[in-house]
């Protein structure tokens, strides 16, 4: 596959590695929409998201009126919702980092990027696959013994030509699929190559789907030092 900077990947460590930098740098600010489908209702979210590094994220509502200014704030292992209309703040305890994130179908381990696939899990080549009339790289991520992760095992399809995800498919504890999410639409931020849709869905939950779309993205940013702080999620 071709690398931004020509760099060779050679060992599934590499491709994950690599993968990780594309898709995170170290650190973000990401203006994304979030549309969800369930078989009884639709809605739509418009959503700020602020990463830095593994450890700190802040994300806001903007859209619809009815959620907007509700805020998620991660330092760390720690992690906290605002509800501004109650003037509430909640704690989000470890154990539900694998619950729906505002009823999507995303978790709020996924929209907080609680983990790394590069950092961990072990990572190893399995045969090609061909899906969708391509044929793609697959490896498969196996979580380490000390990794506090919420999936056991996910395994990845790859492009060839760029390196980067087509398809993640993550399963339990038991080695049972539950759920894929479907990344598209390759786009160029600052130099990062970064799929700009992303398709999440469960297994077992027929017409249900949640798709994210980057809308912007930049990679060259400059938090200030108490940006990702308690101040910061209830004064937004």
């Known amino acids: 596959c071709v690398l931004v900077g020509g760099a060779q990947v050679k060992t599934a460590d590499d491709w994950l590695k690599y993968m990780e930098e594309q898709m995170r740098g170290k650190q973000s600010k990401a203006e994304i929409t979030m549309s969800i489908t369930t078989p009884t209702w639709e809605r739509v979210l418009e959503i700020r998201s602020d990463v830095k590094g593994q450890d700190e994220a802040l994300t806001f509502i903007d859209a619809p009126a009815k959620e907007k200014g509700i805020g ?110 479907q990344l598209s639409d390759i786009g160029t931020f600052d130099g990062n190559r970064v799929p700009k849709k992303w398709v999440m869905t469960p297994q077992k939950e027929k017409g249900r789907k949640t798709v994210l779309v980057y809308k912007k993205l930049s990679f060259k940013v400059n938090f200030s030092k108490d940006h990702f702080s308690m101040k910061n999620l209830t004064d937004n």
Request: proline letters at 5%.
């Open 72 to 181: 998620t704030l991660r330092l760390g292992n720690n992690m906290w919702n605002y509800f501004p209309k109650l003037k509430r703040k909640v704690t989000v305890s470890p154990s539900m980092l694998l619950a729906s994130w505002m009823g999507s179908d995303f978790t709020n381990g996924d929209l907080l990027k609680a983990s790394s696939i590069d950092t961990d899990y072990s990572h190893k080549f399995l045969p090609d696959e061909k899906y969708d009339g391509t044929t793609y790289k697959v490896i498969e991520n196996t979580s380490k013994s000390d990794a506090k992760v919420i999936w056991p095992k996910i395994v990845t399809l790859a492009d060839k030509k760029d390196c980067l995800p087509r398809l993640h498919r993550y399963y339990d504890k038991k080695g049972e699929l539950i759920r894929t999410l």
